[in-house]
């Protein structure tokens, strides 16, 4: 990395030449590959299904390989025809998925990438049960990127430290804090920029106790919300509350529970715009100037506007690649236009 009195100089670089619209964490599969069920999708949609002019984030990976809830293939692609562990209502554009960051490891899916000769953000989270065991994974996994990926390629490290489908037991809030703060403290250690994933029911305010470290380019948001979570910064009857008993039925369990799947899931789709357009206002009313990536329910160029006003510097492109699939490449156009 580039000499602590330059690091702002060297943001502003990145952000100059970043793309408006990012790849949601998944969305073109661990090695930026895509999925098999991409190409039925373009041949149905061959004007409007297309990432070109998408800045990629590949998949979130684990340090070690990691079984998850979705049996992959050896070219890492899903066995199932229709995974149990996804759950798709394309009427309501709502989907659950508890898919548990099913992968190969970060020393396989970076070998793989290594090959690619364009800029990339690799995706990567610790999963240990402590918080010990996670940082000493995340300096391992910091380790494996700076022997496989040149400053040039990945100059940025998007960091997960929210995926709904994982169980750390910790609090959600101030022991969060605590290891995003140690992760920031590795990252800068080996030269790199980190874009922190997180999902909205991070407190928008506390984000500032991070939001200075000289290593975080940004922060990207919000990931899936766990399922019937009422968003603990808000009255529960605001109108920005997901409406879980609308959406599932009063009191009734997580559709992936009738499959047999051992998890609730987390939610995306149209639901999380509201919400996620809120929680990033309030993070800029707070005073966070640096990047801000915004996502959830992103599914018609229409809907950029809206995350636009609250204060994103570039969106996330996610659960339309399954919902809208016709809309992708026009909400790449557009995002791009019109957040520049």
């Known amino acids: 990395m580039v000499a602590l009195a330059d690091l702002a100089e060297e943001r502003a670089r990145l952000d100059r030449e970043l793309g408006r619209v990012w790849g949601g964490s998944g969305v073109r599969n661990l090695c930026l590959e895509g999925y098999w069920f991409h190409k039925p999708i373009k041949l149905g949609h061959p004007r409007g299904f297309s990432f070109k002019g998408l800045e990629e984030v590949a998949k979130t990976t684990t340090l070690l390989p990691n079984a998850g809830r ?26 659950l998925n508890a898919i548990g960051l099913s992968g190969p490891g970060a ?27 996670r940082l000493a994974e995340m300096r391992l996994l910091m380790k494996l990127i700076v022997e496989h990926f040149s400053y040039e390629q990945v100059p940025i490290v998007q960091i997960n430290v929210s995926c ?25 250690e080996y030269g790199r920029f980190a874009v922190i994933k997180l999902s909205a029911d991070f407190l928008p305010e ?61 939610l995306s789709g149209a639901p999380l715009k509201n919400l ?16 801000l990536n915004g996502g959830g329910g992103i599914l018609h160029p ?27 490449q026009p909400i790449i156009r557009y995002g791009n236009k019109i957040l520049s």
């Open 206 to 266: 506390r984000v500032m106790e991070f939001a200075e470290h000289p290593a975080l380019f940004g922060i990207s948001g919000t990931n899936t919300i766990p399922f019937r979570m009422i968003i603990p910064w808000l009255p529960e009857d605001h109108e920005c509350q997901i409406p879980w008993d609308e959406l599932f039925g009063v009191g009734q369990p997580s559709p992936l529970r009738a499959r047999g799947i051992d998890a609730d899931g987390g």
């Open 107 to 133: 020393k396989v899916v970076f070998e793989k990438l290594q090959k690619l000769r364009h800029r990339f953000q690799p995706s990567i989270m610790a999963i240990g049960t402590t918080l010990e065991e």
């Open 164 to 188: 709904p489908n994982l169980e750390h037991g910790f609090d959600p809030i101030n022991e969060r804090i605590v290891e995003t703060q140690n992760i920031l403290d590795i990252v800068y």
């Open 276 to 291: 996620a357009c809120l929680w990033i206002g309030r993070i800029r009313k707070a005073g966070f100037r640096r990047h």
């Open 70 to 95: 979705m049996p992959l293939n050896k070219r890492n692609q899903p066995k199932e025809w229709s995974p149990n562990c996804i759950w798709v209502d394309r009427k309501r554009s709502i989907a």
């Open 302 to 328: 229409n809907d950029i506007e809206s995350f636009r006003v609250a204060g994103v510097d570039s969106i996330s492109l996610g659960s339309a690649a399954f919902l809208a699939s016709a809309q992708v």
